[in-house]
């Protein structure tokens, strides 16, 4: 018999999380501060419950995918938390992207309750949340990890594993400051390109022919040449909120990140320019304004 599993956080991540573990056959039992994000999969049969403590009490394994630390924090902590539901033995997993401080109290409070607990943040977006072929980083006590095993082949394809859960912490947010290096780079080849007369299109096939290329460089570039900033999968202001979780995790390491200084200063300012819910490749939007083009096809 399945586990019952306990879904804290229906975002644009959690929810098809979620669906592919109902559809995998697992009882899930599913919370979210905005209830209608619950709504659809309730009705695929999923038990909604009425706070996070009810969520606790009712599953052997609860997941949360939640914006920061500070939700987090809160669903856990907060009266009719999570920690007033899980009982010995249980096991909670949690898979947002976060600072390591969160998880090092998490990891001293479950410890001294005897309750299971991982981080497991992820690497991919809806597409692969959806089909399960996500990238783990799955931190935590072996034995935790083989209790679940079976939940994280339904969510994951490919899994990296550290015995100190928060080595996956700072792995999840090393890749993130890739995003947003890259994503930095790519803004400001296309806006100089354009300011000195060359082609978005020509400036994308060059990289296309070149070890310089990555999928990333190539879709964002014409979702910018299009226009096209709906916020579907990641905004502005989480990935900001990411680039100051690391440069935090880095100077508590005693790591110097000045590179990604500037690039949060770029990322402030699309977020104070209002285009913090938009999708991060937005942030093209600073420079353009600075330049006086605009990057389209």
């Known amino acids: 018999m399945k586990p019952t599993i306990g879904f804290i956080g229906l975002g644009t991540m959690g929810l098809p999380m979620a669906e592919r573990l109902r559809q995998s056959g697992f009882p899930l039992v599913v919370y979210n501060r905005t209830e209608s994000r619950a709504n659809e999969i309730v009705q695929q049969g999923a038990h909604k419950a009425k706070t996070c403590a009810e969520v606790g009490r009712t599953v052997d394994i609860c997941i949360t995918m939640v914006s920061d630390p500070r939700a987090l924090e809160k669903i856990v902590f907060s009266q009719n938390g999570l ?3 899980l009982s010995t033995d249980k096991i909670h997993i949690d898979m947002s992207t976060v600072s390591p401080a969160i998880i090092e109290r998490l990891l001293k409070h479950y410890s001294g309750k005897k309750i299971g607990f991982l981080h497991v943040p992820v690497l991919g977006s809806v597409p692969q949340a959806t089909d399960g072929s996500l990238l783990l980083f799955v931190g935590g006590d072996r034995a935790v990890i083989d209790r679940v095993r079976e939940v994280l082949n339904v969510l994951g394809t490919q899994q990296w594993y550290f015995p100190e859960a928060t080595k996956a912490t700072h792995l999840k947010l090393i890749c ?3 995003i947003a290096s890259m994503s930095a780079s790519l ?3 296309l806006v100089f390109g354009v300011k000195v007369g060359i082609p978005p299109s020509t400036l994308l096939d060059v990289l296309s022919h070149s070890s310089l290329n990555a999928p990333m460089y190539q879709t964002k570039g014409r979702s910018i040449t299009q226009r096209q900033f709906t916020p579907a999968r990641f905004c502005t202001e989480h990935l900001l ?3 100051n979780l690391a440069l ?3 100077k508590n390491a005693g790591v110097s990140l000045q590179a990604l200084e500037p690039i949060r200063e770029l990322y402030t ?4 320019m209002g285009f913090g819910r938009e999708d991060y490749s937005a942030v093209v939007k600073v420079l353009e ?3 006086g083009v605009k990057v389209t096809e």
């Open 187 to 189: 803004v400001q080849g």
């Open 269 to 272: 300012a699309a977020t104070s």
């Open 83 to 85: 920690d007033e539901g």
């Open 241 to 243: 909120k990411d680039i």
């Open 176 to 178: 993130n400051m890739f």
């Open 289 to 291: 304004t600075m330049a």
């Open 248 to 250: 935090d995790a880095g």
